[in-house]
């Protein structure tokens, strides 16, 4: 973590100065009218929005919800790696970790061959695979995952809030490429009306009317927002219903402090989560299943029944339920929409969208394989960047409709797992040696588990090439930063004060490009050196993309970030000797920033091996603000990195 760049300031160093007087943000209790993004939900997708539009301070953001205040039980509590990964670019993966439940391993419970009415443990197995990413699978509550975007709005430079008790009512959307309608205010124009009920406490207006530049509805399964845009969900149910209960409980199972999923052999199926504090488990129980066409009868289902259904799956052991914090019932089914967002509508292609959803308005699925929210907030995280770049005059428009692109094909593969992921886990078991029927044999059940497990890890996301994401071309150059893919962590030493840290945990939630260089053979400073020579012309050359695209007056890594990667030990050189572009003067005083180059770890790993780079030639890795790999390219193909570019930025 960087900080006094502009002179010392004591205290806490992650709460951001506020920005100017006059600038356009959103401070505390303020409720603009006329707003860049505005976003309708607070759960988890929208405040992982919210967040990382906040740290903006020439963006107006706001962010509204029917609820009167901040969550305090939430319903999702499984958090995947993919997701701990962008919890560190946020800022807060340590208070995560340490608070968190770690999903381990897992446990398989089965009938007993010799007496099917009872259960015995059949398998037992590593959670997550190993060098799959630097964090574990991790269990909290949802309520607590809000806390920890809601203090980073709070500390970002806008001093970002949600306005509460505000129901959104409808919207107009006037085309701003026709002028037809609202006036543009200032340099930029305000195309869609929104007209939000006020449900709160307060005495003023019941109706409030929001311009705003774009807007992003995080309103969950029922959305206003699609209804409003004219979206539409398809899919079907299961027609399987399950109830679910946080429970403090006294019980000889013997694995209740292990993720475990049970099958009995008459009485259903139990997927047991512990949470996190050392006491508090989540029991996913199965129900009956339902006729075609009729729905869960919600009212004679009580959380007694749930306590009885657990009792019988988990026999011969015992279940003493002494205080259930949260129940609730549900049917599974998996449902996507057309589109996620309106610029694929059919009168409307002409331009770029105006209008998002994201989160569970876009997709809905069963909560057993844990991946309801990441999903979701990797939604936001794809979104929110694209919005920042494009209101701030960074990128074409033309970027936000790579959004619905990516993440329908991500929720399209998520839901055609979580449908044979769902059926399995329904169906009873049956002996190995049977085949046909209805049931499943526990060890396919197993194996199913352990080959999709970096899906729901999150990590095998991969966005095809677009706009923002390069061709395979040089892809043997970095083997293990593939295309598409979310940038996989390594181990690295840093040059200038020889701190082990995970070069991953460089790319934060900032809105900023990255360049990673890693370097050839040669010393950084002889003249045959690739590295110097890309940096002498990322540095000084009339197209380099740095030079054409950060605005003057600005930092040098504003916007694109470069940070270089030897192949020799740190102890080998000086910071002195490297390009000037990695150790470049900041700030109101020059300062020069130490922290742009990195060498491998002998203790942990050498990231060249780890990550398959050509050593003979070295490479460039081009990563977004997302995270994700969008390029892999030579260290000499200038004219490529530039075109690349180009393509998208302003």
């Not at 429970?247 to 199972?253: I, P, S």
């Not at 770049?389 to 979580?418: H, N």
Request: glycine share 8%; with cysteine.
């Amino acid at each position: 973590m960087q900080f006094h760049l502009n002179g010392y300031k004591s205290g806490d160093p992650a709460i951001a100065e506020p920005p100017a007087v006059g600038g356009n943000s959103h401070l505390k209790g303020a409720s603009p009218d006329l707003v860049d993004v505005l976003i309708i939900g607070c759960g988890p997708t929208g405040l992982t929005l919210a967040a990382q539009l906040a740290a903006f301070p020439n963006i107006t953001t706001r962010i509204i919800d029917r609820k009167r205040g901040r969550l305090l039980v939430g319903q999702a509590d499984g958090i995947a790696c993919r997701t701990m990964e962008m919890f560190e670019a946020f800022g807060f993966s340590e208070r995560v970790l340490k608070e968190a439940y770690w999903v381990n391993e897992t446990c398989f419970w089965n009938p007993d061959p010799s007496q099917s009415n009872v259960i015995t443990r059949t398998g037992r197995i590593v959670d997550t695979e190993e060098g799959l990413s630097e964090f574990p699978h991790v269990i909290m509550n949802q309520a607590r995952v809000h806390d920890f975007f809601l203090a980073t709005m709070q500390n970002a430079p806008t001093r970002l809030e949600p306005s509460y008790g505000r129901n959104f009512l409808d919207l107009a959307l006037t085309d701003a490429e026709t002028g037809d309608g609202i006036e543009p205010s200032s340099d930029f124009d305000y195309p869609v009306n929104v007209r939000l009920e006020r449900i709160d406490d307060s005495q003023t207006s019941a109706v409030e009317t929001v311009r705003a530049r774009y807007i992003v509805g995080c309103d969950g399964a029922h959305s206003a927002v699609r209804g409003a845009v004219g979206l539409t969900v398809h899919g079907d149910s299961a027609n399987q219903a399950w109830g679910v209960m946080d429970v403090l409980a006294v019980t000889d199972f013997p694995d209740i402090r292990l993720k475990s999923a049970i099958h009995s052999a008459k009485e259903g199926s139990l997927l047991i989560i512990p949470r996190e504090g050392g006491y508090l488990v989540r029991m996913y129980i199965e129900l009956d299943k339902l006729d075609a066409n009729r729905r869960l009868a919600r009212d004679a289902v009580t959380v007694d029944h749930l306590i009885a259904a657990a009792r019988r799956i988990l026999h011969p052991y015992t279940l003493e339920v002494k205080e259930v914090p949260w129940w609730s019932v549900y049917e599974i089914g998996q449902r996507l929409c057309e589109a996620f967002d309106d610029g694929g509508l059919a009168h409307r292609e002409h331009r770029s969208p105006r209008i998002f959803i994201a989160g569970d308005a876009c997709h809905t699925h069963s909560p057993k394989a844990g991946q309801g929210m990441n999903v979701s907030m990797q939604d936001a995280f794809n979104l929110g960047w694209k919005l920042a770049a494009v209101v701030r005059g960074q990128c074409t428009p033309q970027i936000l409709q790579t959004y619905s692109m990516e993440r329908r094909a991500v929720a399209q593969e998520f839901i055609d797992f979580d449908r044979a992921f769902a059926r399995m886990f329904s169906a009873p078991p049956r002996p190995s040696d049977v085949t046909g029927g209805d049931g499943v044999d526990p060890a396919e059940f197993e194996r199913y588990f352990v080959k999709h497990g970096r899906f729901t890890a999150g990590t095998e996301t991969c966005y095809p090439p677009s706009l923002i994401t390069g061709q395979s071309t040089h892809q043997n150059l970095a083997e293990g930063f593939r295309i598409g893919t979310r940038f996989h962590s390594a181990p690295v030493i840093r040059l200038a004060d020889a701190k082990p840290l995970q070069l991953g945990h460089t790319v934060k939630a900032d809105g900023r490009w990255r360049l990673f260089l890693f370097a050839d053979p040669e010393s950084p400073d002889a003249r045959s050196s690739r590295l110097r020579a890309v940096c002498t012309y990322l540095a000084e050359a009339d197209d380099a993309p740095i030079r054409r695209f950060t605005p003057a007056g600005a930092d040098i890594d504003s916007v694109i970030d470069v940070r270089s990667i030897l192949q020799q030990g740190h102890r080998q050189f000086v910071l002195g000797a490297m390009p000037p572009l990695l150790r470049p003067p900041k700030g109101r005083y020059n300062l020069v920033d130490c922290e742009k180059v990195f060498c491998p770890d002998p203790k942990a790993g050498d990231i060249f091996a780890l990550r398959g780079i050509w050593r003979a030639d070295g490479c460039i890795v081009v990563v977004r603000p997302d995270q994700h790999v969008a390029h892999v390219l030579p260290l000499d193909a200038h004219a490529e990195l530039a075109a690349f570019f180009d393509r998208f930025m302003l």
